[in-house]
């Protein structure tokens, strides 16, 4: 059971650049998450899905897009990358447990843009 | 919007001594859940402890425990007998009851927790 993967861990873009991240669980989660992480600025929402075939956006999204595959994928695209992408980027799926909805994370992306 | 406030960006501690990181959120809803979590240097998001907004009884896991003032939208994180390993960047996270909100996490912008041997 390897919980929330994403790949890659680590990523330099160049401006203008496209790149996919993508995200997996095996936890069988319907809802699953994109955030980005910024110094100082803590996690913020870009998309999320609440269930396989909806997408909704968060609080950041402009710049990206998504896609939930399936069930069990969930990927960030950046269609034309620009140095304010900069940052850690997170993916999340969440499920029903102990009275209450918990998230798992997923170890981070690493998305430098130069 | 829900916001959630961590106005201190570094503590120190000294180990096995107690410290207590702030935050404090903004809702205009009666339900909904708190949580800390974790970041070590390995950037893995670790859940600490969870509050439920309608639990009067604070939270405890362990060495963590909460202060959960609703009244006052404050909800502190209390760490006893600190170790090494607790050195971290801790979140305070709100998530609303509502299940059209989709059980987002809205996150404060984090403290940073050093642990002195």
């Known amino acids: 059971n390897a919980g929330v993967t994403q790949t890659p861990k680590f990523q330099v873009l160049k401006t203008g650049q496209s790149m996919t991240l993508q995200c997996a669980q095996d936890m069988n989660h319907n809802s699953m998450y994109w955030y980005r992480q910024d110094p100082g600025m803590g996690l913020r929402l870009i998309y999320y899905?609440?269930?396989?075939?909806?997408?909704d956006k968060g609080e950041v999204p402009n710049g990206y897009n998504v896609s939930r595959l399936n069930k069990r994928e969930f990927s960030l695209r950046l269609e034309s990358a620009a140095p304010s992408q900069t940052s850690v980027y997170f993916c999340?799926?969440?499920?029903?447990?102990?009275?209450?909805?918990?998230?798992?994370f997923g170890p981070g992306t690493r998305l430098t843009v130069t | 919007a829900q916001t959630v406030t961590q106005s201190q960006p570094e503590m120190s501690v000294q180990e096995a001594e107690t410290v207590t990181l702030s935050c404090t959120y903004d809702?205009?809803?009666?339900?909904?859940?708190l949580f800390w979590y974790k970041q070590p240097p390995s950037r893995q998001m670790i859940l600490v402890i969870r509050q439920e907004a309608y639990k009067q009884q604070n939270a405890t896991e362990n060495r963590f425990s909460v202060n959960f003032q609703k009244a006052a939208k404050s909800f502190s994180l209390k760490i006893s007998d600190s170790q090494l390993g607790d050195a971290a960047m801790y979140f305070c996270?709100?998530?609303?009851?509502?299940?059209?909100?989709?059980?987002?996490?809205?996150f404060g912008a984090g403290t940073i927790l050093r642990v002195k041997s």
């Open positions: 899905s609440a269930s396989e075939g909806t997408t």
């Open positions: 999340a799926s969440s499920a029903y447990s102990g009275g209450s909805y918990e998230q798992y």
């Open positions: 809702t205009s809803e009666s339900d909904y859940y």
């Open positions: 996270a709100y998530r609303s009851s509502f299940m059209e909100y989709g059980n987002k996490l809205v």
